[in-house]
């Protein structure tokens, strides 16, 4: 009998008895140790390796450790017909965490970043798609720390990293971590070919079921955060960055988003606080809706009172932004407001609205107040409280409208 007939043998006789034949194992061992590399490597199917075969037929652990240990990094090199190597098979194979470590000390980095010609999968690439079974997590998290940065950054033809497959594959959260840790920014801004970074693939495309595409978003989201990841503060960890309408708009915000980043602020604020994003600016940005607005303000507490790294409120972004008094605005000028005791007009007068940008508008509809009342907080004049806005424009038409009573 010849080695893949002993090999093929043993393997039918464990799956239909669920028994291991020790005799037959120790003849195999034999025949390897007698035929030595020669015999692995002259394997007639031309097409794969005895390696990959005795993987694939999940023959016991010690005949693997031989066939590697005997045929040493020519024949773990070697693949089958899909163009994967031994390292892409293990992990269909029951042992897994045994194994990989020997593939790695005999493999080497040639072994770990070798992509298939068919996808230009690397290993970790195809570990990612397999359903994780027991001790898959501890053999991948070894594969990451051996081929580090260059293999979880490493792209397929598609230009999906290892990153890219989490919204299509379940795989767990300690793993993406373990990616993230060694893949860093780098890892997180990565696009693929249709300019895609991993968190607006789990928007856009996700296979997973809503409680794997919540949890993975509350990751993402969060150490894109904690990494700078997007063009400024106001792109929340790259989620705003593209796709602004598909991420935030129609029914994702109430289903996907706004529990996301609830979550997410609610971890930040546990972890890092001093990192907390200006959510309320980011949707000033995006142009988001009114109902939205309303949203944010109801769902963070407090939220109208952040400034940004430029030490703006969102109502100051608001008006540079010249959306000052579109409805959302107002919203936002009534929270700003109300935690100081001031009305709305004194409020936009202090953050500097301009006169010809609404804040002539807000006078008229409170003509007597504007003219005749006073910051129930501070006791100024609405001009004088317009002066520490510094907008002239304000002040001054302010004042013309009643002169006098700048000596009252």
Not at 214 to 227: P, R, T
Request: with cysteine; aromatic share 8%.
């Amino acid at each position: 009998m010849d080695l893949y007939a002993a090999i093929v043998s043993l393997s039918e006789r464990i799956e239909d008895e669920d028994i291991i034949d020790n005799e037959a194992v120790e003849g195999i061992l034999a025949m390897i140790d007698n035929g030595g590399k020669d015999l692995l490597l002259s394997y007639e199917n031309k097409s794969t390796s005895i390696l990959i075969e005795a993987m694939n037929l999940n023959v016991p652990v010690e005949i693997i450790f031989k066939m590697i240990e005997v045929g040493d990094k020519e024949l773990v090199m070697r693949t089958d017909h899909y163009d994967h190597t031994s390292l892409h098979i293990v992990f269909e194979y029951e042992a897994v965490a045994d194994v990989i470590s020997k593939l790695l000390d005999v493999g080497g980095r040639d072994l770990v970043m070798v992509g298939n010609e068919l996808y230009g999968k690397t290993a970790l690439h195809y570990a990612c798609q397999v359903n994780p079974r027991e001790n898959h997590d501890e053999a991948m998290a070894k594969l990451i720390e051996f081929g580090g940065k260059e293999l979880v950054i490493a792209k397929d033809y598609s230009g999906d990293t290892v990153l890219h497959y989490a919204n299509y594959h379940s795989m767990s959260l300690e793993i993406v971590k373990k990616m993230i840790e060694i893949g860093g920014k780098d890892l997180l801004k990565e696009e693929n070919d249709d300019h895609m970074m991993a968190v607006y693939l789990v928007f856009s495309e996700s296979e997973l079921d809503e409680t794997e595409i919540i949890d993975l978003l509350i990751l993402l989201i969060k150490e894109g955060i904690y990494h700078n990841i997007g063009n400024d503060e106001f792109s929340i960890g790259g989620l705003f960055e593209r796709y602004q309408e598909e991420v935030v708009f129609g029914n994702l915000w109430d289903t996907r988003l706004l529990p996301v980043l609830k979550e997410v602020y609610r971890q930040i604020q546990l972890e890092a606080p001093n990192m907390t994003p200006p959510l309320l600016h980011a949707m000033i940005w995006i142009m988001a809706p009114t109902d939205i607005i309303l949203d944010v303000l109801k769902n963070f507490v407090g939220i109208a009172s952040i400034k940004d790294t430029k030490g703006r409120y969102a109502i100051d972004f608001a008006i540079q932004m010249r959306r000052a008094l579109e409805p959302g605005m107002i919203a936002i000028l009534q929270a700003t407001a109300k935690p100081n005791g001031w009305s709305i007009l004194h409020c936009a007068a202090y953050h500097g609205l301009p006169w010809n940008k609404g804040m002539d508008e807000l006078v008229e509809a409170n003509m007597d107040k504007a003219v005749n009342g006073v910051n129930e907080k501070t006791g100024l004049k609405l001009f004088m409280t317009a002066a520490i806005g510094g907008n002239l424009d304000t002040i001054y038409s302010l004042i013309r409208m009643d002169p006098m009573k700048m000596f009252l």
